[in-house]
């Protein structure tokens, strides 16, 4: 009973925090909506969550224990991310658009704790979190068909990094899938062009762009490549330049489908220190991405798949790991492997519609959903792979969406780790964890 207060306590003390990009708008959407003037001269806005989670596992199934993670009851509350969104029309063709994020609740200062028993001594601490700029770039609005951005943008391959804002999954956190092997959200500087084109049944949608590459040097077991996006620093390195391309499908109503590809020629030619990889040799990143959606006012379906594929992967691994201790990457297992994957669908269904759609009841989605995915999917020759590194994951919950752009999640997760079956069953210790949200997306102000 006492832990059912506690739920119901911390339920009510998550804030919601705000704003952001218009919902499920692409880049091609919002050219389309800025050319058929959404708003006149500038527009604020934004989006936040706050998630909090009650778990029954420790904090790290890579702690030596064979079983995986040891059994733990514990619990957090936080706030991901907050992000604040500006765009600026200098004229009609001429657009200034931006956001930054405040992630974990920000920086910190550096903090000193005081023990005065026996004696005064102080010690430093630093608060975790960032704040990034997420966007910023200025588009040359030519054509719907074919228009021009430079500067800071989202990255987007992936469904969950092209609609990464806290309304477009159901789930109190973003799929574990792709935020665990590519990063997220994932956003480089370099140059874009996009359009739409097509009517009717023919409709698509497209953007490419050359940005930032990866940096190898965050290149590891557990996330793959997801550390190597870059930003940790005054000054990206450019040596290696990424080609990112995605094509969208969206003649079907209610319906979006897309892929996207990733290349990156040499991700160690991007690293801080360049000759630390003198004996790899060039290593290219190759990754590929396909995903749906689809909509109707009864239900709300996606899936996605990723496929990614390193080049010398083990010699990387091993120049990472016996540099690890002078990295800026927090974690000393670098061991990288060559190829990594991940798919994953949900399906949710409104409750409103279905059972007549009466104006005072609430709109509540009941989802499911299910992900797989392995930073350690394909090794090198001489890898080893381990088994921790592979995860299946069953979602389910509800969403009430409180206002079309504000809703309350509530989600029950199970993980099962690693493939080696003892009995049936997996000879890791599974992962439970029931979690509590709120979210918002919006344009407050347009002028």
Known sequence: MKRLANLLTLSLCIAGAAMAQDGDKTAAEQSEEIHASGYNKFRVGGYGEAVAKFMDYGINRYSGISYGNAKENRNSISIPRFVVAFDYKFNSKWVLG??????????????????????????????????????????????PA?????????????????????????????????????????????????????????????????????????????????????????????????????????????????????????????????????SVGQSAVKIYSFDAQYKNKYVTARGMFIKGDLDNASAIGSVNVSNSGNSYHSSTMRKVAKGAMTYGAEIGFNLKTILGDKPKMPTIYPFVRYDYYNPQQEADKGQTLDARTQVSKWTAGLNWYALPNLVVKADYTTRQIGTQKVFGTTKYNSENEFALGIAYVGWFFKK
Not at 98 to 103: C, G, L, N, R, V
Not at 107 to 115: A, D, K, S
């Open 98 to 143: 931006a956001e930054i994020e405040f992630e974990a609740g920000g920086v910190g200062m550096e903090r000193e704790l005081e023990n005065s028993e026996n004696g005064e001594y102080e010690t430093e601490m630093e608060k975790g979190g960032e704040v990034a700029l997420e966007q910023f770039h200025i588009s040359r609005l030519i054509h």
């Open 146 to 278: 074919f228009n021009v951005r430079a500067g800071h943008m989202i990255v987007p391959v992936g469904l969950t990094n092209y609609n990464h804002e806290p309304i477009n999954f159901f789930g109190t956190s973003r799929p574990e899938g792709e935020t665990t092997i590519i990063p997220s959200t994932w956003h480089e500087t370099g140059l874009s062009v996009f359009g739409t084109f097509g009517k009717g049944y023919s409709r698509f949608d497209y953007e490419a762009m050359v940005v930032t590459g990866l940096n190898a040097d965050g290149f590891g077991r557990d996330n793959w490549v997801a550390d190597g996006k870059q930003g940790q620093f005054e000054v990206d390195n450019f040596t290696s330049p990424a080609y990112v391309a995605r094509l969208n499908y969206n003649g079907v109503p209610g319906l979006r489908a897309g892929a996207s590809f990733y290349y990156c020629h040499d991700v160690t030619a991007n690293a801080d220190k360049r000759y630390k990889y003198s």
